[in-house]
């Protein structure tokens, strides 16, 4: 839609989507995640093992591959890789390993939708809002966390799902919210985004979208400057409050 058709709109615009981060977002998922990246280093043999405080700051790194990728170069500031795969291709088996380990925890039940998620995605859909999906996780995790929480037909909620497949530059870029804005066929101020983190925050407001966050225990540590609001959880969140946060926001 082109840029002016979005002045045309105007600041009165109603709400029409919603986008939700995945990670930290719609589910707490990071302990997990750290417990499966320390069970892939044990499978293959390496001497590494992340605690709480080393994966909060890895945390900063965007993606589970890149997050390795930075913390190999880190111990190991020397290394040549002479062919150019050897280093990819270890990253990409400790990943698989890792995603493995991941589906197997969320099949397990230790994976649940934070409160107030389930209930403003389907008040939302039911109402005839949009609902997209803006990640850098892959497609399997938010497949096997969904399914598990909503159905089978988990994707018949979700108008737009771009994840790490589709977009390959990770947050704070903006190109994840900026492809779904794009595949919505919407402006970003007929949308609300929903983060957990800095880097969420900055590349939903880089695609220009207000931005709600619900912080973690990872990432409440964090500058959330310019979030239209700063919650503990979606809790008693509805539609009529999503819709003043909105109209509140400058577009």
């Not at 649940?112 to 998620?117: A, D, S």
Request: charged share 20%; aromatic share 6%; proline share 4%.
């Amino acid at each position: 839609m082109s840029a002016l058709m979005n002045k045309q709109i105007g600041s009165d615009l109603m709400l029409k989507a919603l986008i939700f981060d995945v990670d930290g977002t719609l589910a707490d998922t990071e302990m997990v995640h750290l417990a499966s990246f320390n069970q892939a280093f044990a499978e293959e043999g390496l001497d590494w093992h992340w605690d709480v405080a080393l994966y909060t700051e890895l945390l900063n790194i965007s993606g589970g591959k890149e997050r390795m990728r930075h913390y190999w170069m880190q111990q190991h500031p020397d290394m040549k890789d002479i062919d150019g795969s050897a280093l990819a291709d270890t990253l990409d088996r400790l990943h698989a390993i890792k995603t493995a380990a991941y589906e197997s925890a969320v099949q397990q039940g230790q994976v649940h939708l934070r409160p107030g998620v389930l209930h403003l995605i389907e008040t939302a859909h039911a109402a005839g809002l949009r609902l997209a999906i803006a990640t850098t996780t892959s497609p399997v995790n938010i497949a096997v966390l969904l399914r598990g929480a909503i159905g089978p037909d988990w994707k018949d909620m979700f108008a737009v799902i771009e994840d790490a497949s589709t977009a390959p530059k990770k947050k704070p870029h903006p190109q994840v919210y900026a492809q779904t804005l794009t595949r919505l066929d919407l402006p970003a101020n007929a949308c609300l985004a929903f983060e957990d983190s800095n880097n969420g925050l900055q590349a939903a407001m880089g695609a220009g979208l207000a931005t709600i966050i619900t912080p973690t225990s990872f990432t409440a540590h964090q500058d959330f400057t310019g979030a239209v609001q700063c919650l503990s959880d979606l809790g008693g969140v509805g539609l009529a409050q999503l819709q003043t946060w909105h109209d509140q926001h400058p577009q």
